[in-house]
């Protein structure tokens, strides 16, 4: 039977909540004065329903079921855990905390999204005050997982536990602070950048979106993997942390920032920084650790390309670039078969077998269709490209990482609107025939959708390539239909 | 012919930019002292063209051919643009600086790679100081686009243009800082959290794992497509940008970092971060900037979840949980055409015209015949497996990233060394059919390395489904030989 969590205030943050333990499979009851609280949980709900159906094919529990309350009590009363998350002001939180204390059962955790009030202050006049602790997250509250934990002066250990252990059914990342500091952790890095920003902006040194730029563009996609502490572990070479305290140490006397109260670089602090460090790696060397972030870097850049955005949108403008630079025509199409393209074998394209993935002959392929559409002329810009419509491949032999190909392309037939072609893919080490791919490609006009005849151009191109390729053999692979002989 | 750039200065940040500019078509020459310069820039460039294989398809230019001098002004000689990236001390920059200035011919711009010493100091001995700008980039600098801009006193405002046209054809994003300000923008954000950090170690809050563990959980996932002004937008709801410094604004004036020097929020400097924040939304509602937001982050965990890492290893954990309570299936294999394999469109298989590779296409259909090998009882330790030996696809539709997509599968035919399969590819959410794959798989002794008959209860199992099968429709492109039509 699902669980029902109390939820005191909507908004940003607890209809964030709400969203996430109702598609964890958990009910919901609310409580906020605002008239609007039930429609922003509902937007916010939609929102996690769409972002979640992305994210994950995993089975997802049956989602639980959204009930407006009146009053705190109401909330509290029947839940099996609390969050609260009300406007960032000590006695509001304290109120609401205290009358919903005094309708829940004695054992039922109290989990406050203070961004950074002490859990002691905010547990004042509970009931059983050993039950708060933080539960602070991060909007939006359904997406991203971390949630700090951080216990008052008399919050049993068992509490931290159990919200834990909460979090986690949800799929989010628990981090405990071990010390009752306002904002915690996270919330201390990210005030001292927000105010850096402000200052930016009130000195007009930057626009806000100069700010966002500086971050986006740069530092803000190693942090969506990694934290400061890694990455400069990592920036400091084979000779890691201390190597690079030793660097950029001396810089923390520079006025690089209003924030010119730094810690005195003492052995001591330097030991710990070095040995805390070491620990993080957990004996990982810098070549593993460099080309782990870089693997993410690549990922989290691809990423944001399929939404032509951020850092995806400069790769997205560099690739069409690269594109209208490379040599759209090289011979005149005389050679017979054509000699287009050549590839290595990447280390990711080898699968469990340690060959590489069929897949992968075909992306060779499709790469050497892209090099005869270059080589023909076709401009991306002008409204038109040639799609493939079939393939048939015929695998000879296996290729393993790091090997050369190479193919060669035979053009079999063509209209107006129609290119047959016939590539093979040989390893150019001793020769071998790979593979072979046929291939029909229909001219299609990019804007209409729809079949079209190509540009005169193209079409003069393809005739010359034609007549150099008319004398060939025709490929005895060519032409076939699949079946089991007889 | 391939342009030339000088570099001073090698160790991470030179050898980053060597890795750079080599890939990008330029030949370059490398002034360091250290023996060991060579080296990392050899490491540096082996990274980068892993690096870039794994980021992109583009056709990329020829690379270019490094070779390391022995004085700066030998880098500097003949190269068309000088790019230092020497230790954080200003004399070292300024006397390399000058060195190379007096070898490059006057026109010939400099860009110092500097985290934050002012330009017009480091300018201050050149022979034509006018052509030195600042060009900080961020490391890896082969793969992080941002590159800060930032003029001296004496700097021409056409060194700065020039620079950011060197930059753009490296496929970076310039950002000039429109004032000159000790650490520029980018740095003066870093160093503020970074500066926190420290503190927080310092103060055994937390350690350097955790403070990494509060940004990359978190906080870290949105900067790596937003700043914190448009996700703070965003945060405001539809009242925007002022509505969310009406809510934390006051927040400012609580000890919640060591910057505790804070901007005055006077009504100008409030309409100002409105007024900016709006240019910055250019016209896009909240709910429109909300999906931007979550879409961005869906792309960057699933990002790194492919190399199960900080939140995508959040997300591996919490899927296998889900599995693992999800209510177990399994079919005996009467369904006709089976069901075994949905997949979601990845953002990187998206290519140059916005939809997935043709190749993706066929990665899923060797997923659904790996199901099926699975689903027939195939154990890869018993010595035989089934090879694809031909496949026949037709492509009808187009996927988008993040579209889910399943997969069908019919047994069209079989002996004892073949099977003969017909899949089908449907995007899940309208059903409609985007490809079909018509496949030939053979049963190799992969000891013998030769075909050979599947064990006896393998066939059994394939009895069976083509049993349940003998009754489906043969599908329209099964047996088909590609051919233009008359």
Request: charged letters at 25%.
């Amino acid at each position: 039977m699902a669980e029902t969590v109390g939820l005191l205030g909507g908004g940003v943050i607890g209809g964030g909540w709400a969203a996430r333990f109702l598609l964890g499979g958990w009910d919901a009851r609310l409580y906020d004065p605002s008239p609007d609280a039930e429609r922003v949980a509902g937007e916010m709900l939609a929102n996690a329903r769409r972002a979640l159906r992305r994210l994950t094919l995993a089975p997802l529990p049956e989602e639980g079921a959204l009930s407006v309350v009146r009053t705190p009590e109401e909330a509290a009363d029947g839940a099996a855990f609390v969050q609260e998350s009300a406007p960032e002001r000590e006695g509001v939180k304290r109120d609401l905390l205290a009358a919903a204390s005094r309708a829940a059962d004695a054992s039922v955790v109290f989990a406050s999204s203070t961004s950074g009030l002490l859990p002691t202050r905010l547990a004042a006049d509970m009931e059983h005050p050993e039950r708060l602790t933080v539960g602070h997250p991060f909007n939006p509250v359904y997406l991203l997982p971390l949630v700090e934990l951080c216990g008052g002066e008399r919050t049993a250990p068992e509490t931290l536990e159990r919200a834990a252990a909460v979090y986690r059914g949800l799929g989010m990342r628990p981090l405990v602070v071990r010390r009752e500091v306002d904002a915690f952790v996270a919330d201390r890095l990210l005030e001292a950048l927000w105010r850096e920003a402000l200052w930016l902006v009130a000195d007009d040194v930057a626009t806000v979106e100069e700010v966002d730029d500086a971050i986006r563009f740069g530092a803000g996609l190693r942090w969506a993997s990694m934290g400061p502490f890694l990455t400069y572990r990592i920036a400091g070479g084979e000779a890691g942390m201390r190597h690079f305290m030793e660097q950029f140490g001396p810089a923390l006397q520079l006025p690089w920032t209003k924030l010119t109260d730094v810690p005195e670089l003492t052995g001591a602090l330097l030991d710990t920084l070095a040995a805390q460090s070491d620990a993080q790696a957990a004996g990982r060397g810098v070549r593993e650790l460099e080309r782990l972030r870089d693997d993410c870097l690549v990922s989290v850049i691809q990423g944001l390309r399929a939404h032509d955005f951020g850092a995806g949108a400069v790769l997205a403008e560099h690739e069409r670039a690269l594109f209208a630079a490379a040599p759209a025509a090289g011979p005149g199409g005389d050679e017979a078969p054509l000699r287009l393209h050549s590839a290595v074998v990447a280390p990711e394209w080898i699968d469990y077998n340690g060959h590489a993935h069929e897949s992968r002959f075909l992306q060779v392929f499709g790469d050497t269709t892209d090099a005869l559409l270059r080589f023909i002329g076709l401009d991306l810009g002008a409204g038109g490209s040639y799609f493939t419509v079939e393939t048939h491949m015929s695998h000879l032999g296996q290729a393993r990482a790091e090997e050369r190909l190479n193919t060669t392309t035979q053009l079999l037939g063509h209209d107006e609107k129609r290119l047959h072609v016939f590539h093979s893919l040989y390893r150019t080490g001793d020769g071998a025939l790979l593979a072979t791919a046929e291939q029909m490609l229909l001219h299609v006009d990019t804007q209409a959708e729809r079949a079209a005849p190509a540009a005169p151009e193209l079409l003069a191109r393809i005739e010359r390539i034609a007549a150099a390729h008319a004398e060939l053999p025709r490929p005895d692979r060519a032409g076939r239909a699949i079946s089991i002989p007889a």
